[in-house]
């Protein structure tokens, strides 16, 4: 996008880097991941803050960033699902998300896993029924939600198994 004189300097921390760029007021924290950042793992659907793929952590808070203006969240410590795993290294929510079949086109999963994150944060052992109403505001057109919420639950198993052995 062309430079423009109504342009603000947005400065954010983007899993853990700090990002500078030039902007459009009203550019939304999605577009400014996707197109500024060029972390494309943040999906982008309904664009109204119905579907939950755009969601994202803003200082450890889930936020739609289809609805955040990037200017609203300058200085923010900012986390995508780029910061969970790697390929040779998944976090055990994605290793979850695998093994449970927790996903089949996985449009959805990048907005399920970061509300896993921030739920499992607070809630480290949580019923079936709690997990639910965690993941309720993220849309999934294909699982039928059953595997979301097996995996979500492997996930956090897997997590509280890890910090008795630290
Ligand atoms: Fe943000 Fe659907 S794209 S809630
Ligand atoms: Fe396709 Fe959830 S896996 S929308």
Not at 13 to 37: C, Q, T, W
Not at 52 to 77: E, I, P, W
Not at 93 to 101: C, N, V
Request: charged share 20%; with cysteine.
């Amino acid at each position: 996008m062309s430079a423009s004189q109504s342009d603000v300097l947005v400065k954010l921390k983007v899993n853990g880097k700090d990002y500078e760029r030039r902007i459009s007021p009203r550019m939304h924290l999605a577009d400014f991941l996707r197109s500024e950042v060029h972390l494309t793992g943040t999906h982008v659907g309904c664009e109204h803050g119905v579907c939950g793929a755009c969601t994202v952590l803003v200082n450890g808070k889930s936020v739609r960033s289809c609805l955040t203006f990037a200017v609203q969240v300058q200085d923010a410590d900012i986390r995508t699902v780029e910061s969970l795993g790697v390929v040779d290294n998944l976090h055990p929510l994605q290793q979850a998300f695998w093994e449970k079949h927790g996903l089949q086109c996985g449009f959805c999963t990048p907005g399920m896993l970061m509300t896993a994150v921030e739920f499992l944060a607070a809630n480290p052992d949580p019923s079936r029924e709690e997990v639910a109403e965690a993941i309720s505001g993220n849309l999934c057109r294909c699982t039928g939600y059953q595997t979301i919420i097996d995996a979500i639950i492997s996930a956090a198993q897997t997590l509280r198994q890890g910090r008795a052995e630290a």
